[in-house]
């Protein structure tokens, strides 16, 4: 690893005359919806899935695309698991009586018990963090705004790891179903999580990519650093992870950001933009303020993906891309 420069890149610098918080409809799937001047407006990540299969090439037959398909099911169908209402409803499954409130007489200890808890129920790892607003999207993909209600002071912040074995085959359906897969374990573990809490006596909002960016608050919770593909890397699975969290009015303790030196070590490493097929990732030595895409938001230093470019061949391929994930070194070391 390169080291002569020692200066750390922590945790998500900001600029703050140009930062505005984002409005999810300005991500690459809320401008596949919503934005009329984009070329791939209205056009969905398996449109070409039919004449795809009908090839019949490995990696892209009707037999897999049928495994993405089954891979995504609760991603898609447990609802609840992403939904900011309800917040406070634990008896949902069961009619049981619920305990009065747990007394949180030791923070350390509550936050200890929750990533236990979270271990528990599939999370790889988890921080937690102070609930940083900057992050908080202005507006979901429906156009509704976002407010996070009184009370809520902390994010936990839990990482579902993938497997890089079937990634190794990316871009194909078989890297995509492990993606799914990611998904689904996301919502299970979310929404145990959340019922956790709701039992405890609190409140908790669960999320996966909605309601706030992910990326910055796993950063601000010590799990990682953004690196040169756009993507959170850990020292532990490299980019090999899915992010999600619950937000919560339980008292916890916070997680310090660490510099454990990656993204240092992406200034002298350039193979996920070596490996990208459509160039969609920078190679310039240091990140900045530039941004390549309407779907990047202003004000944050980090390399910016060309995201535009990487949905369009996620379209191309009938589904996903996960090879700026499996070849990055830090994604190989593990
Ligand atoms: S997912 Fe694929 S296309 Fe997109 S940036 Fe990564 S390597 Fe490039
Ligand atoms: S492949 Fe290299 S440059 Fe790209 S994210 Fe991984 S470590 Fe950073």
Redesign the pocket.
């Given at each position: 690893m390169p080291t002569e420069d020692k200066k750390p890149i922590l945790p998500v610098e900001v600029d703050r005359d140009t930062y505005r918080r984002f409005d999810q409809r300005k991500n690459v799937f809320g401008r596949m919806l919503h934005d009329t001047g984009a070329d791939f407006h209205k056009v969905g990540m398996y449109d070409l899935v039919k004449e795809i299969i009908g090839e019949d090439v490995e990696g892209y037959t009707h037999m897999d695309f049928a495994r993405v398909r089954g891979a995504w099911a609760v991603y898609n169908h447990f609802h609840q698991a992403f939904c900011r209402e309800g917040s406070t409803e634990a008896n949902t499954v069961m009619e049981e009586v619920i305990p009065d409130r747990y007394e949180v007489e030791d923070k350390k200890k509550m936050s200890q018990q929750v990533k236990e808890t979270a271990g528990i129920y599939g999370a790889c790892k988890t921080g937690i963090t102070k609930i940083n607003h900057d992050w908080i999207y202005t507006h979901d993909m429906d156009g509704k705004p976002i407010h996070i209600p009184e009370g809520y002071k902390n994010a936990i912040v839990m990482l579902i790891k993938i497997d890089k074995e079937p990634l190794t085959a990316s871009p194909s359906m078989v890297a995509g179903t492990e993606n799914a897969l990611g998904y689904s374990r996301m919502a299970f573990v979310i929404g145990c999580m959340a019922q956790f809490i709701r039992t405890l006596g609190y409140k908790a909002i669960p999320m996966g990519n909605d309601t706030a960016l992910s990326i910055p608050l796993a950063v601000e919770a010590g799990l990682g650093e953004m690196?040169?593909?756009g993507?959170l890397?850990t020292p532990e699975y490299?980019?090999a992870v899915k992010i999600c969290k619950v937000f919560t009015d339980l008292p916890l303790d916070h997680d310090e950001p660490r510099d454990h030196g990656?993204?240092r070590?992406?200034?002298?490493?350039?193979?996920?933009?070596d490996?990208c097929e459509v160039d969609a990732?920078s190679s310039e030595d240091e990140p900045s303020y530039r941004t390549v895409s309407e779907s990047n938001n202003s004000g944050i230093k980090r390399?910016a993906v060309d995201v535009d470019r990487c949905y369009k061949f996620w379209v191309g391929n009938g589904g996903d891309c996960s090879t700026?994930i499996s070849?990055?070194?830090?994604?190989k070391s593990h």
């Amino acid at each position: 690893m390169p080291t002569e420069d020692k200066k750390p890149i922590l945790p998500v610098e900001v600029d703050r005359d140009t930062y505005r918080r984002f409005d999810q409809r300005k991500n690459v799937f809320g401008r596949m919806l919503h934005d009329t001047g984009a070329d791939f407006h209205k056009v969905g990540m398996y449109d070409l899935v039919k004449e795809i299969i009908g090839e019949d090439v490995e990696g892209y037959t009707h037999m897999d695309f049928a495994r993405v398909r089954g891979a995504w099911a609760v991603y898609n169908h447990f609802h609840q698991a992403f939904c900011r209402e309800g917040s406070t409803e634990a008896n949902t499954v069961m009619e049981e009586v619920i305990p009065d409130r747990y007394e949180v007489e030791d923070k350390k200890k509550m936050s200890q018990q929750v990533k236990e808890t979270a271990g528990i129920y599939g999370a790889c790892k988890t921080g937690i963090t102070k609930i940083n607003h900057d992050w908080i999207y202005t507006h979901d993909m429906d156009g509704k705004p976002i407010h996070i209600p009184e009370g809520y002071k902390n994010a936990i912040v839990m990482l579902i790891k993938i497997d890089k074995e079937p990634l190794t085959a990316s871009p194909s359906m078989v890297a995509g179903t492990e993606n799914a897969l990611g998904y689904s374990r996301m919502a299970f573990v979310i929404g145990c999580m959340a019922q956790f809490i709701r039992t405890l006596g609190y409140k908790a909002i669960p999320m996966g990519n909605d309601t706030a960016l992910s990326i910055p608050l796993a950063v601000e919770a010590g799990l990682g650093e953004m690196g040169r593909n756009g993507l959170l890397i850990t020292p532990e699975y490299g980019p090999a992870v899915k992010i999600c969290k619950v937000f919560t009015d339980l008292p916890l303790d916070h997680d310090e950001p660490r510099d454990h030196g990656i993204a240092r070590y992406c200034k002298g490493c350039k193979r996920c933009a070596d490996t990208c097929e459509v160039d969609a990732i920078s190679s310039e030595d240091e990140p900045s303020y530039r941004t390549v895409s309407e779907s990047n938001n202003s004000g944050i230093k980090r390399w910016a993906v060309d995201v535009d470019r990487c949905y369009k061949f996620w379209v191309g391929n009938g589904g996903d891309c996960s090879t700026c994930i499996s070849e990055c070194i830090f994604t190989k070391s593990h």
